[in-house]
């Protein structure tokens, strides 16, 4: 007889040790269908790993009259191996009429070697994309070194000397002061060092502490509780708070006034403070990061900086170098800020005229980096075809006033350029910042005359009244 099993047809056999052959089994077995399907037969086609596990199976499935699914292989003529999915059930119709088998078995080859074939292209895979990803670690890495720095544009000395500071205080936790002129990109280097530190996952909170009053500086750092003030209607958490976990940057940290000073070095020594009109400490682990283009060193002598506060500050200062120092760099920063602002107006620009390259790279820049790019910004405003093209006159009014400093940067003064600094240290008696400084005479940024002065190995001590003349060794 036969019946239907799994939507094909199954020859049914029975005997005392009949076992039901398929005809889908003579297919894929190479039986001869003539053939009396014995478990003897049906064995001996059975691979020889799988032969007692199947005489066991078949035992138990004749005891237990229960459906059945296995799956075993066949090692048929020519030692080709095929895979079966057997579905089977034993009949026992009577004492004498023995047992039936009634099932149906399924050539599963092609499926377990697709199967095989696709765990094998999955663990291809997976090995592909540990590489990939071991080599996009290492790349990178390599773009950090290169481009670890954001918008920081440029290959010159100085600045690679000040970008080589920043990587190895980055991972420390240490206090950082940033000198140099406005305009120089300080809250950039900033920015750069969180970026490479461990805090970097948390807040980088930068503060401009010249923009905000004076009578609400502290409030605005430390923030204050409800009614400290006319206007305070509830609790509100500074900015020291906010940048709990990461980096706060106070931008012209010379501008603080007296009474905050004291509040910001106790946040440097006892990582606390107390909101304004608050009764209790609040603690805080939070990396300072301080810029000034003061001459903090000779504020803290003048008395209108605290000293503890500046030395407490200083522990790592970094001094980024002017724009007109760094030369090399002005075709790279025209290049860049070119192309960010062509791009953001949808406009094409591939080329900068020769007169205006000369012009850009003989400029002193007293504004330096932002000086450069809000002229480049108006170019591209004002530029109507694929070139660059910047007109004298937007720098000829600023020359003038920047003269001082090109005779002494230049270096066509350069035989007088340390008589020039010792006479200005004279009529200023020693005093180089503020509005009677030796910078302000001869029109230099003081942290820039500093280092002119260290270079030149002048003693600016003996130009102030009382002091000994002393000779500095040379280097």
């Not at 889908?24 to 269908?33: G, I, K, P």
């Not at 088998?101 to 697709?114: F, K, L, P």
């Not at 996952?201 to 009614?227: T, Y």
Request: one cysteine or more; hydrophobic letters at 40%; glycine letters at 6%.
């Amino acid at each position: 007889m036969t019946t239907t099993l799994l939507g094909a047809e199954f020859d049914v056999l029975s005997d005392d040790s009949d076992y039901v052959h398929s005809r889908l089994d003579h297919r894929t077995s190479a039986v001869d269908r003539t053939a009396k399907p014995t478990v003897e037969l049906v064995l001996s086609q059975d691979h020889p790993e799988y032969r007692d596990a199947i005489q066991q199976l078949i035992d138990r499935i004749t005891r237990e009259v229960e459906n059945w699914q296995f799956g075993h292989r066949l090692l048929i003529p020519e030692g080709v191996v095929k895979h079966l999915r057997v579905v089977t059930h034993a009949v026992h119709p009577d004492a004498t009429a023995g047992t039936e088998y009634v099932g149906g078995a399924m050539d599963v080859t092609a499926a377990r070697e697709s199967r095989r074939a696709l765990e094998s292209a999955y663990a291809e895979i997976q090995v592909l994309k540990d590489r990939l990803q071991s080599e996009n670690i290492v790349l990178r890495e390599e773009i950090d070194k290169t481009s670890m720095f954001e918008e920081i544009v440029g290959t010159s000395p100085p600045l690679r000397t000040v970008l080589s500071q920043v990587s190895k205080v980055a991972p420390t936790d240490s206090t950082v002061l940033i000198t140099g002129e406005t305009g120089t990109g300080k809250e950039l280097i900033a920015r750069a060092i969180h970026k490479r530190s461990p805090r970097s996952a948390r807040a980088f909170v930068a503060v401009n502490c010249a923009a905000i009053p004076s009578s609400l500086i502290a409030s605005e750092l430390f923030g204050h509780e409800k009614g400290a003030f006319t206007g305070a209607l509830q609790r509100r958490q500074g900015r020291f708070e906010l940048a709990d976990g990461g980096t706060i940057f106070l931008d012209e940290v010379g501008e603080l006034p007296a009474e905050t000073q004291i509040m910001l070095l106790r946040v440097l020594q006892e990582r606390e403070f107390e909101r304004v009109g608050g009764s209790g400490p609040v603690r805080v682990n939070v990396r300072v990061i301080a810029a000034t283009n003061r001459d903090l060193h000779a504020a803290a002598a003048d008395g209108t900086f605290r000293a503890d506060l500046f030395y407490r500050l200083n522990v790592f200062p970094l001094d980024v170098p002017a724009l007109r120092d760094r030369r090399p760099d002005v075709p790279l920063l025209v290049e860049y800020f070119t192309h960010r602002y062509a791009t953001r107006l949808g406009k094409r620009i591939r080329r900068v005229t020769t007169a205006t390259s000369q012009l850009l790279q003989s400029y002193d820049w007293p504004g330096n980096i932002r000086e450069l790019q809000n002229l480049i910004e108006r170019a591209v405003i004002l530029g109507d075809s694929d070139t660059l093209s910047i007109d004298p006159r937007w720098l000829a009014g600023r020359s003038l006033a920047t003269a001082p400093v090109a005779s002494l940067s230049t270096g066509t003064l350069a035989a007088h350029e340390k008589d020039a600094i010792e006479a200005a240290l004279t009529q200023s008696k020693g005093r180089v910042a503020g509005p009677f400084g030796a910078a302000g005479r001869l029109g230099l940024p003081a942290s820039t005359l500093e280092s002119k002065i260290k270079a030149l190995q002048i003693d600016k001590r003996r130009f102030k009244p009382g002091e000994p003349s002393v000779t500095l060794p040379r280097r």
